[in-house]
Structures are given as structure tokens and as C-alpha cells.
Nanobody, 118 residues
Framework: VPLVESGGGLVQAGDSLRLSCEATERTFESFAMGWFRQAPGKEREFVAGIEWRDNSTWYLNSVKGRFTISRGKTQTTIYLQMNGLKPEDTAVYYC????????????WGQGTQVTVSS
């Protein structure tokens, strides 16, 4: 497994969580990294991404202003700060990496569960 996520848990609506993702190999290289999520019975959706060329970020509209993606000291670690969590944010959150601008996200972690109670 090239990426490992951590930081999920059970929280109440309005609470915050910080997810972490770290590549298992120090030599791991990517063009961009991001977070996806999949709720029960729903398709996986993109949540947030960061591109290394200029550290630009982009977000799913429903999380803008609440979630923030950031990088660690190296391009092998990213975080997702989630504030103002809502029950509809409940999902398994996956970290992923894109290795080329022309390719889709092809490296994935195993996911971490985030559950938000109302």
C-alpha cells in the first residue's frame, strides 16, 4: 500500500478532525495528491487536491470554507483539516496520488473512517 491514512474517528456535528496521509516510501514521487471519500451506497467523490508545481489547491464545492488541504515538509505527506463537520461528511476518506499531469489518481491508501453524528 503506497499511502497510509490516519486521523479518522467518530465526532459530533460541528467538531473538527485532521486527517493525515503519508507515503510509505521516502522516494515516493507525485505530481499531485488529494483526498477522496465514499459514503455508504454512494460513489467515491473527490474532496480536495494539491498540486506540487505551485502548491495550488482545489476543493469539492460542499467542503469549501470548511476543509483545508495542506502539505507536510516533503511532498510525501498531506493533511486534510476538516472543520464544521456535518453528518453528510460521514464516509471513508482515501488519500490518493497522481503521478503525471496526464494521468488520473493511481496510487491509493486503504482509507480512514470519518463518522459525524448529529
Amino acid at each position: 500500500v503506497p499511502l497510509v491514512e490516519s486521523g479518522g474517528g467518530l465526532v459530533q456535528a460541528g467538531d473538527s478532525l485532521r486527517l493525515s496521509c503519508e507515503a510509505t516510501e521516502r522516494t515516493f514521487e507525485s505530481f499531485a495528491m488529494g483526498w477522496f471519500r465514499q459514503a455508504p451506497g454512494k460513489e467515491r467523490e473527490f474532496v480536495a487536491g494539491i498540486e506540487w508545481r505551485d502548491n495550488s489547491t482545489w476543493y469539492l464545492n460542499s467542503v469549501k470554507g470548511r476543509f483545508t488541504i495542506s502539505r507536510g515538509k516533503t511532498q510525501t505527506t498531506i493533511y486534510l483539516q476538516m472543520n464544521g463537520l456535518k453528518p453528510e461528511d460521514t464516509a471513508v476518506y482515501y488519500c490518493a496520488a497522481k503521478h503525471d499531469i496526464r494521468l488520473d489518481f493511481t496510487s491509493w491508501g486503504q482509507g480512514t473512517q470519518v463518522t459525524v453524528s448529529s
